[in-house]
């Protein structure tokens, strides 16, 4: 299977998924000094004026970790492109990336040839998110240098499929670069994907529960508190289904065992707001895989448990 360069020597086979409100400099900026890729939505940084504020923060200070760390520099970010024909600052989005060059676009909801065409202008690689096979193969088609399998069980916007059917279809005619998005949560998770197939672990949820995610306290406690069984799959927030907290749809005053279907022309990134407030803000996203977060860490240390649940299960099967 064939790795791009960029994405070769991470101190962790992972990629940080980019989280909506979540996710930001902060994150990204940890994410990356910890030896994994960082990752945010364009969409986060409100007003349009702000992301050019983001990129050039996290370059600058991740050029001086480098600088002062030639042993262990900083891994790559990305930039979350949301491609739905809603999103009116997607042009916009995507010219502040070129002005700063960032390394890896991840796209989402949409592949578009020109975009990724522009990407590998600045020299720089695309993965886009699927939830099946024929939208992995429209993705490559269009020039998406790797693809994000989102499996059941992710967090947010999710697909239906095992990992296995996913990861399996895909392989059989692509070998590039290939993440697998769902519930992966642990070391041990992240060795099971490439022992599946995928090049790397894809992991958002866990994230949430760290200090330097832009969460409120209660969402990290959720994510603490939460087990499997508190997720609920759902397309009424969007109108795409996505897997959120039970108790986050409680507090909201719905009944989660009761839920109407929602409808896809409910989805709009228009006016730079993201997707409905609500669905990010007060009705939680979470993948399955939190029942393994006990508590609310730095990135610094929850990378480091990462990397010693990934070595132990490798020295288990003598790896």
């Known amino acids: 299977m064939t790795v791009p360069a960029i994405l070769k020597n991470l101190r962790l086979p992972v990629i940080g998924s980019p989280l909506f409100i979540i996710s930001g400099p902060e994150l990204v900026i940890a994410q990356c000094k910890a030896g994994i890729v960082g990752s945010f939505p364009a969409l986060n940084a409100r007003p ?35 491609v739905h024909k809603s ?30 065409t522009a990407v590998h202008g600045w020299g720089g690689i695309t993965l886009h998110d699927v939830i099946d096979d024929r939208f992995a193969r429209k993705a490559i088609e269009k020039g998406a240098d790797g693809l994000i399998a989102v499996a059941a069980g992710a967090g947010g916007h999710a697909g239906r499929l095992s990992p296995f059917a996913i990861i399996q279809e895909i392989r059989q005619w692509f070998d590039g ?116 977060v006990t508590e609310v860490e730095t990135v610094a240390l929850r990378v480091d448990r990462l990397e010693r649940e990934y070595r132990a299960a490798r020295a288990r099967l003598a790896l």
């Not at 004026?49 to 990129?55: G, P, S």
């Not at 087990?227 to 507090?251: K, P, Q």
């Open 48 to 82: 349009q004026a702000m992301l050019d504020e983001w990129l050039h923060r996290i370059t600058e200070e991740l050029s001086a970790h480098n600088r002062a760390n030639p042993d262990r520099p900083a891994a790559p970010f990305a930039v979350n492109q949301i």
């Open 87 to 116: 999103n009116d600052r997607l042009e916009s989005d995507l010219a502040t990336c070129a002005k700063w060059q960032v390394p890896i676009v991840i796209t989402s909801l949409g592949a578009r040839e020109d975009l990724n």
């Open 177 to 292: 670069p290939l993440a697998l998005s769902g519930s992966i949560a642990t070391g041990d998770a992240v060795l099971a994907a490439q022992a599946m197939g995928a090049d790397f672990g894809y992991i958002g949820s866990p994230f949430i529960a760290t200090s330097e995610a832009n969460a409120d306290q209660a969402y990290k406690d959720g994510i603490v508190a939460g087990r499997a069984s508190d997720i609920v799959y759902s397309n009424l927030f969007t109108g795409v289904h996505g897997n959120y907290l039970r108790a986050s749809i409680v507090a909201a005053g719905m009944d989660p065992d009761a839920l109407p279907e929602g409808d896809l022309k409910t989805m709009d990134f228009g006016g730079g707001n993201g997707s409905k407030p609500k669905a990010w803000r007060d009705i939680w996203g979470s993948g399955q895989g939190i029942g393994a």
